[in-house]
């Protein structure tokens, strides 16, 4: 059964960077489609980006486009987040999720079945 872990979280000043890792156990990422959210006590989780399976098409929400960059590293099983820029409104906790394998990625929650546990990241001076 595949299983996320996400890491690479902390705490990093307004406009600093952070790379976030969601890596997978128990199955492969090759063959499904990544999402990554976030989410804020007391609000609804937000998409932010996602990648598809069997293409390079990516998708993120406008909130983070320009800043955010989702890639795959299929040596490591693994799919990142490269997050610059950073601003207080970023303060959530980030999950990644897996989806099945499509041509496209959808930021829909429904789209996705596998979840991981969240890493923290707070921006903050």
């Known amino acids: 059964q595949l299983q996320l872990v996400e890491s690479g979280g902390g705490l990093v000043q307004p406009g600093g960077t952070l790379r976030l890792s969601c890596t997978a156990s128990?199955?492969?990422?090759?063959?499904?489609?990544i999402g990554w959210f976030r989410q804020v006590p007391g609000k609804e989780r937000e998409g932010i980006s996602c990648?598809?399976?069997?293409?390079?098409?990516?998708a993120y929400a406008d909130s983070v486009k320009g800043r955010f960059t989702i890639s795959r590293d299929y040596a490591k099983n693994t799919v990142y987040l490269q997050m610059i820029n950073l601003n207080a409104e970023d303060t959530a906790i980030y999950y990644c999720?897996?989806?099945?394998?499509?041509?496209?990625?959808?930021?829909?929650?429904?789209?996705?079945?596998?979840w991981g546990q969240g890493t923290q990241v707070t921006v903050s001076s």
């Open positions: 990648i598809a399976t069997f293409s390079t098409n990516t």
């Open positions: 999720a897996a989806g099945s394998p499509t041509n496209y990625c959808p930021i829909v929650e429904t789209s996705y079945s596998d």
């Open positions: 128990g199955d492969t990422l090759t063959t499904r489609t």
